[in-house]
């Protein structure tokens, strides 16, 4: 039974990549921080008590802030496939908190791949970059784009990129870059746009809550399914060779079509509820992101099955059944009918 170390277990990505490495029989190794309260929901239907018989799924405190820590892991777990997703991923936080957003989102990624090449262990490692790094360059976005960081967090991103190709050629690593554009699910943290967006929209729908205040309406993204994209994370490092992969769906669209798709499914008119706030603008703006992930198509077979207005349904339906309210059911039904290869069953909601 292969090992394998998650960094970011606890957040989106980690918690579906845990999920398809399980079923694929792997023994799931995760790094969390050490918190007052508990911060592993998103992991709680898939955790094994360590007394139970033949548990696959472990967790270990650690941080990204201690080189030595992520040494002693891997020495102790001796993974064979390392999937490096933790990070303070927030772009405003970033803007209010650049220093430690480069301690943990650039710097812990040298510290983490010093860990390995110290180790001398054989392992496979996946560096999660993202679209933010490409920043104002023009769209479409690939894999040769020249990167224009607009932010602290997408600085930090482009360091991280660069030790990973640094590391690949200096030390023979097999290390990569997926550089994903934005995906999204019921994961989804709340103070990111989309999860904000659906989660006040059933605040609303509820009578709970009377607007919704936003940034940058025109801001374009090319959004997709985080289920998906864990996926790619996988076959990345099921490659002879070490590469770099551009994933994104291929289609853009502003912040404004998200809220209009997601108000008229639930029949209401956004326009009586959504206000600018200048507070959620940054110094600095992202206009338009858009992925061209042909390479991925052609040397990992992979392509989105779940599209924009898909996306949306399914997060609508889930915040509105976290709120109490019945779910419009478009969404939860996209789901039951997408086949997920990494599921023993349909992928559900939760």
Known sequence: MEKVLITGITGQDGSYLAEFLLNKGYEVHGVIRRSSTFNTQRLDHVYQDPHEQNPRLFLHYGDMSDGGRLTSLIYDIRPAEIYHLAAQSHVKVSFDMPEYTGDITGIGTARLLEAI????????????????????????????????????????????????????????????????????????????????????????????QNKLFLGNMDAKRDWGFAPDYVECM??????????????????????????????????????????????????????????????????????????????????????????????????????HQKEFEWTNNKLTLG
């Open 117 to 208: 090449r110290k180790s001398g262990i054989k392992t496979r490692f996946y560096q999660a970059s993202s679209s933010e790094m490409f920043g104002a360059t023009k769209p479409p976005q690939a894999e040769n784009t020249p990167f224009y960081p607009r932010s602290p967090y997408a600085a930090a991103k482009v360091y991280s990129y660069w030790m990973t190709v640094n590391y690949r050629e200096a030390y023979g690593l097999y290390a990569c870059n997926g550089i994903l554009f934005n995906h999204e699910s019921p994961r989804r943290g709340e103070t990111f746009v989309t999860r904000k967006i659906t989660r006040a929209l059933a605040e609303i729908k509820a009578g709970r």
């Open 234 to 335: 996988w076959l990345m490092l099921q490659q002879d060779n070490p590469d770099d992969y551009v994933i994104g769906t291929g289609e853009s669209h502003t912040v404004r079509e998200f809220v209009q798709e997601a108000f008229n499914y639930a029949g209401l008119d956004w326009g009586q509820f959504v206000e600018i706030d200048p507070r959620y603008f940054r110094p600095t703006e992202v206009d338009y992101l858009l992925a061209d992930a042909s390479k991925a198509r052609t040397k990992l077979g992979w392509v989105p099955r779940v599209k924009f207005q898909e996306l949306v349904k399914i997060m609508v339906d889930y915040d509105f059944e976290l709120a109490g309210l019945s779910p419009i059911g478009e969404g939860i039904s996209i789901i």
